[in-house]
């Protein structure tokens, strides 16, 4: 079974809508939709913005739904263009940050590297138009200095708010992940506001492309 996790409605209604055989679960708040997309077992769930709700839905979905794989569907901002489909070869979570200790920034406890490499099989078969890193964060990044930081730090062409604490969990539990996300903005709320929505279709018809 294929679990696809969504921050937010606008990306997780477009698989919904293309489901048969629905079943709907709450699990201590979260929202699980199971059925059939193209003849394949799939869940969605709506996480909610940020890395705390991300890292607990990603252990609801591995601990109680038979699921084999994973991809993080959603929007990012970015330094690349709008529309633009990022399928990561892998994320960092650039506010985490235990420096002082002598680690790396972004270098997770338990990780040998800030930087978390998604599953290639499953990257390589989704495709995307782009490849590369993408930093995550609990900030909607609207400031051009931290975009450029993000760029030349970590060489991140995508910033978002779940991926990074999806990628941590799923490396955790030996769980299968890819992390498809389509430009919305480049750190511009306005543009954000206009593009989520088209950049949140472009999404499903990844998705939906692997499921074929």
């Known amino acids: 079974m294929l679990g696809v996790i969504c921050a937010m409605d606008i990306e997780a209604e477009g698989l919904i809508a293309l489901m048969q055989d629905i079943k709907k679960v709450n ?20 996480s909610g913005v940020g890395k705390a709700n991300a890292a607990a839905v990603t252990a609801l979905l591995i601990s109680s739904f038979n699921v084999t794989e994973v991809i993080n569907l ?13 399928v990561a070869d ?3 979570q650039y506010d985490f940050d235990t420096t002082a200790v002598g680690d ?13 490499k998604c599953t290639p099989q499953m990257s390589e078969l989704i495709g995307g138009e782009v490849r590369g890193v993408i930093a995550s964060g609990d900030k909607f990044i609207n400031d051009e200095s931290l975009a450029k930081f ?9 910033f978002d708010m779940e991926s990074g604490a999806i990628a941590q969990i799923c490396t955790k539990a030996s769980v299968k992940f890819a992390i498809v996300r389509v430009v919305s903005d480049g750190g511009d709320i306005t543009e954000y506001e206009k593009f989520k929505v088209l950049a949140a ?7 939906v492309k692997y499921l074929n």
Request: proline fraction near 2%; glycine fraction near 18%; include cysteine.
């Open 27 to 46: 699990v201590i708040g979260y929202n699980f939709t199971s059925g059939m997309i193209s003849g394949k077992e799939v869940v969605v769930v709506l």
């Open 74 to 86: 959603g929007v990012c901002g970015g330094n690349i263009k709008t529309g633009t489909v990022i």
């Open 90 to 92: 892998s994320v960092v």
């Open 104 to 116: 790396e920034l972004g270098q997770l406890d338990g990780f040998d590297s800030p930087y978390i």
């Open 150 to 158: 993000l760029a030349e730090h970590f060489n991140a062409i995508g």
């Open 201 to 207: 279709q472009k999404g499903v018809g990844a998705v």
